[in-house]
């Protein structure tokens, strides 16, 4: 257990499921106390009761609605009396061609991703300011820069660079604060992100994957992101990860588009 971390509170974005869920779990682990948020509020309550520990909090908010999330963080600091960092882990992807994009799904993963991700930094900034070893995580994605990973996610990939980018940015602004920025970058895991893909697009991508490449990485899990929230959180303060990409070190040979399958996670 880090002594840096126990005691000390962090809120996670998109926390009923996936990677936030096995990072709310991780700080837990820590002795940490977690505000989590997500949109599903039923979802985010079963999650909360299932851990059933006094060293949670759950609010219902959405990311890229700057007033709920600046709410709900003000909620989550004056529960525990404390807000030592942010986890900006709330992400969304719908694979797809860019002809044929629906706006819909457009707007929602660039507000998701990217605007999401913004505000809620400009939201937890001035409760960070002045705290115990603050930090700012942005949970990026490997599509952003590796062609090894699925296809058709173009708009996703490009949301997560710009996170990228605007954490360079950000560690800049904020290094007179003494807030620690960080920005990791994950492979793909096992996780139920696809839950919400359309199958028929969602298999023209991975037909698509596996007919390009010789080989996709496989074998991580989201334990494995949370290890590295947990460790970028545990050095001191004036020290801190800039950019941490994790993957998984296993592939696997994928052959032709006929030997392709989708199934929803």
């Known amino acids: 257990m880090s002594n840096l971390i126990e005691n000390n509170t962090y ?3 998109g926390a009923s499921k996936g990677f936030g869920l096995a990072i709310v779990k991780a700080l837990l682990a820590q002795g940490a106390k977690v505000g989590m948020t997500a949109r599903n509020k039923a979802t985010l ?8 520990t006094d060293q949670v909090i759950g609010i219902s908010a959405d990311v890229a609605n700057f007033e709920q999330m600046q709410s709900a963080f003000a909620k989550i600091k004056a529960h525990f009396g404390s807000f030592n960092g942010l986890i900006n882990n709330a992400g969304m992807s719908r694979p797809g061609v860019v002809e044929s994009l629906d706006e819909t799904d457009l707007m929602l993963q660039i507000n998701t991703n990217f605007v999401g991700t913004v505000l809620c930094c400009k939201a937890a900034i001035p409760l960070l300011r002045g705290q115990t070893n603050p930090r700012i995580i942005n949970i990026s994605s490997a ?3 590796h062609m090894d990973e ?3 996610m173009s708009i996703y990939g490009a949301t997560k660079a710009a996170v990228e980018r605007f954490s360079r940015d950000l560690y800049i602004e904020l290094h007179p604060d003494n807030i620690g ?3 990791i970058r994950p492979g793909a895991a096992m996780t139920n992100f696809a839950d919400e893909f359309d199958v028929e697009k969602a298999t023209v991508a991975v037909n698509a994957t596996v007919d390009a490449l010789p080989y996709m990485r496989f074998g991580m899990e989201p334990e494995h992101v949370a290890q590295s929230v947990v460790q970028t959180l545990s050095y001191p303060a004036g020290v801190a990860v800039d950019l941490l990409e ?11 588009a006929d030997q392709a399958t989708w199934s929803e996670e």
Not at 246 to 256: M, S
């Open 11 to 13: 809120v996670v974005t």
């Open 150 to 152: 699925i296809y058709h």
């Open 181 to 183: 920025v960080t920005c």
């Open 246 to 256: 994790i993957r998984p070190n296993q592939r696997q040979r994928v052959g032709g």
């Open 45 to 52: 309550d079963a999650v909360i009761s299932e851990l059933n």
């Open 143 to 145: 599509t952003a820069w």
